[in-house]
């Protein structure tokens, strides 16, 4: 089996005439961290969001475990299977519980029966600590709690991969512990991860790789003591001076 | 001392019966077609969304009354013999469907993208992303819309009487003609209509209100 599970190559992306992602490059291993940093506007998302086809590039090449990603319906649907996402907003389907939320794609996706689903949701649910919630509405949760249950969403699919768009940015400060400390976990027990985060602790703490965007452009990468200790770049030392001053 | 006989009550009556009788089909086919119309105006392929939207325009820009002569004397005209019934059934299925497919063409827009995205990331396939998660959510929130153009359609049955229909207002015509009691004859007959269309638009107030409170 490849050791790759994403791969990126020459990755071209634009919205019109702006162009948003400039010769992009990056391979992730199976069981990989990775934490994915950089100013507001650089392309973050964009680039993240290009691995589950949320966006289609221009040129250039995405293979998810193996799967080239082109815009070939089989392809898209193999690799949203594999590779699940949780966002800043959480989007949590608000007219559906907790435990509907976390049944739906896999009855409707992975074709399993109610009572396997439920069985999955539970388990899941219960791995972000908040199985006792399985039949509220997403608004009767706080932020911290609505992010857990859009992880246990994802991971209802048994992903092979998780997308993190700022999972914490949406939160207030006492409740990003309780989403970081879920993320841990997840690492912990091998997840692939790429997360779009600017909790230094954190990369710190799980990552094995931190890349810094600036522009449409990776502009460094590195193991994460080696990026915060000594930034080559200009820019990366502007920017990391900048959010630890903010932390 | 104004009063109508047993006949004249018996023929408001019926009257009274093909009014909800054509609202209730108008409305019906108005649902079906309408739900087609609103995803045709928010589908991916151009061709669908200009169809759905020349659809809504024609039909709400011009009158109801006109859309039941073009139906009525218009089908036979190309060959197809309609009954007067079928005829106005017709056209206010496709009147319906052009206002009802703009409400919840606009409540399907209004929902947060996000909803999609995360369907969309979830791997849920087109039925699945409408029906379970964008639909049920539009329809919610479109509900004291829609229930607001069904009291509109209840009123606008009583054009169906131009085609010879013999729904509560012509049924009030004719009885005020008989018995020389105009007004006694038309006040009733209004009565007959608000204590339908007030109820409904009490029930979409009070939904709009609710909807507006209710966090989910
Ligand atoms: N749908 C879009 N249409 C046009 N421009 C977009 C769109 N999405 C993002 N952009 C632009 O692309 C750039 C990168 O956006 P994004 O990937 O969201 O950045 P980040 O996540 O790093 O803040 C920004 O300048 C943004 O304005
Ligand atoms: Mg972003």
Not at chain 1, 95 to 102: A, F, G, I, Q, W
Not at chain 2, 176 to 192: H, K
Request: one cysteine or more; glycine letters at 8%; hydrophobic letters at 45%.
């Amino acid at each position: 089996m490849d050791d790759i599970l994403i791969r990126m190559e020459h990755v071209e992306k634009w919205y019109g005439g702006f162009h948003a992602l400039k010769d992009v490059n990056l391979t992730v291993r199976r069981g990989e961290k990775i934490v994915l940093c950089g100013p507001s506007g650089s392309g973050k998302s964009t680039l993240i969001r290009c691995i589950n086809h949320l966006e289609t590039i221009k040129s250039g090449r995405i293979t998810v475990d193996g799967t080239a990603l082109t815009d070939s319906p089989q392809a898209v649907d193999m690799v949203r299977r594999e590779v699940g996402m949780c966002f800043q907003q959480f989007n949590l389907f608000p007219h559906k519980t907790v435990l509907e939320n976390c049944m739906l794609a896999p009855m409707r996706v992975r074709k399993l029966t109610r009572e396997a689903a439920e069985a999955t949701a539970r388990k899941y649910l219960d791995r972000v600590r908040i199985g006792n919630q399985a039949d509220k509405y997403p608004a009767q949760l706080s932020g911290g709690q609505q992010q857990r249950v859009a992880i246990a969403r994802a991971l209802c699919m048994e992903p092979k991969a998780m997308l993190f768009d700022e999972p914490t940015s949406a939160l207030d400060p006492e409740m990003v512990k309780e989403v970081l400390d879920t993320m841990i976990g997840l690492a912990h027990d091998g997840m692939t991860m790429i997360c779009v985060t600017h909790e230094m602790g954190f990369a710190r703490q799980v990552a094995d790789r931190v890349i810094f965007m600036a522009e449409g452009e990776i502009i460094e990468e590195g193991e994460p003591n080696a990026f915060f200790r000594n930034p080559r770049h200009e820019r990366t030392r502007a920017f990391l001076g900048e959010i630890l001053a903010h932390h | 001392m104004p009063h109508l006989g047993i006949n004249e009550i018996t023929f408001l009556a019926q009257g009274l019966k093909w009014t909800l009788f054509l609202t209730a089909i108008g409305f019906c086919g108005g649902i079906v077609f309408g739900l087609l119309v609103a995803l045709g105006r928010v589908a991916q392929n151009r061709a669908l969304r200009m169809a759905a939207a020349g659809w809504i325009a024609v039909f709400q820009g011009t009158p109801l009354l006109m859309q039941l002569f073009v139906v009525f004397f218009g089908l036979p005209l190309l060959g197809v013999n309609v009954s007067a019934w079928l005829a106005v059934a017709i056209a206010l299925t496709a009147h319906a469907s052009a206002f009802l497919g703009e409400i919840w063409r606009g409540a399907i827009q209004a929902i947060p993208k996000g909803q999609s995205e995360a369907s969309h990331a979830l791997g849920l396939h087109y039925r699945s992303r409408m029906f379970d998660i964008i639909l049920p959510q539009a329809l919610k929130i479109s509900l004291p819309a829609t229930v607001g153009f069904l009291v509109q359609l209840l009123k606008g049955t009583s054009l169906a009487a131009i085609v010879g229909f013999i729904e509560l207002t012509r049924a009030g015509q004719i009885v005020s003609n008989q018995t020389y009691q105009p007004l006694f004859v038309f006040g009733l007959v209004g009565v007959l209509y608000f204590m339908m269309c007030w109820p409904l638009s009490y029930w979409g107030r009070r939904m709009e209100t609710r909807l507006s409170q209710d966090p989910r």
